[in-house]
Each structure stands twice: as C-alpha cells, then as structure tokens.
C-alpha cells in the first residue's frame, strides 16, 4: 500500500517516536508500505513519522542512488567497496560518529522544493533490529551514513533543516511558509499539515 507522506507542519513530525517490538500490530504490512511509498516517492530514505506513524522504524535505500552515479561521484560520496544499501531499521540508536564529516545538499519528502547543503559525520556506528527484529551493530560510511542519519533524526521528531543556521533559515522564511501553507509541487501522494 502506498500512504500519503506527512508535509512540514504536520506535529507527527516532530514527536519523539517510540519504540516496537515483533507484536506491534501488522508489523510486516507496515514495513512493505514504507518501502512501497518510499519507491513511488522516489527517495533514497522513508521514516515512519512520514506515514503518520510515530514509531521508530525507517527504510534506506542508498543502493539506487549508487547505480546512477558515476564514477566520480561514487568516489566522493561512497566508501571503496560500499554499493549502496536496502535496509529496514527498527529501534535504531547512533552510538558513535566520526570526527570526519562533510557537507553536501540534502532534501526530505516531506519538505518538497528545498534541497540545503547540511554538514554531517562521514561515518557513524549505529545499533539496531532488521525487518527480523535480530540484533544488529554495524559502521556505515558517506551517502549511506548520511541517508541514516536524517532518518534517524526523524524518529526523534528533527528535521534537517534544524541544522541550519538561523541566517539560512531566515532566508528560507518565505519558503518554508508556503511549504506550511501547503503549496507544494509534489510527484506523490501527501498529507498536508492541515
Ligand atoms: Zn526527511
């Protein structure tokens, strides 16, 4: 199934979400809609807030991303021998970050239109349950560990444009107003924050 994705201004996106376990109710129906209105979105990354749902779960997928790279930019924004991942994250905590980092634009769907240039940590180490509920630690690098971050950050009811400056966001006023006001230009279904 493909739900509609929450819009800036929506309060679900800004809640702090709550962890699950394998009773949550259709768990697996939950996790293939993400994917599903990640897919018809077109993104690289989907949380669960973005459906309306404040709980911890989010959907990256850095793998498409890579393929349609080329090789210069594979070298920038991925590791050597990293191709991209598809990856359900359950419960997840970021337990380390690099000293690294780096900036490069970023956009969210549920803040259509804007596309602002945030500073990030290249690597973090992050601990998590897969779409089995099993344990997993693992290091993830560049566009990957990007991805992760933002969606993670989701599921603490943060936004990237958090990490701008208020010199930016100022600048952006206007823009994020509209945004609020719900005139957007979205290619996929959305929920307006009214
Ligand atoms: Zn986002």
Redesign the pocket.
Known sequence: MIKPITIYGNPVLRKECVNIDETYPSIREVIETMWQTLRNADGC?L?AP?INLPIKLFVVNSRDSYAYMSARERERFFAKDDCGIEETFINAEITACSDEVWTTGEG???IPDLYEEVTRPWSITIKYQDKEFNEQVKVYYGYTARIIQ??FE?TEGK??IDHLSPFRKQLLRNKLTRILKGKINASYPTQKSY
Do not use: K, M, R, T
């Open positions: 990354g949380a973005q969210c769907l549920s933002h969606e989701h936004l990237y």
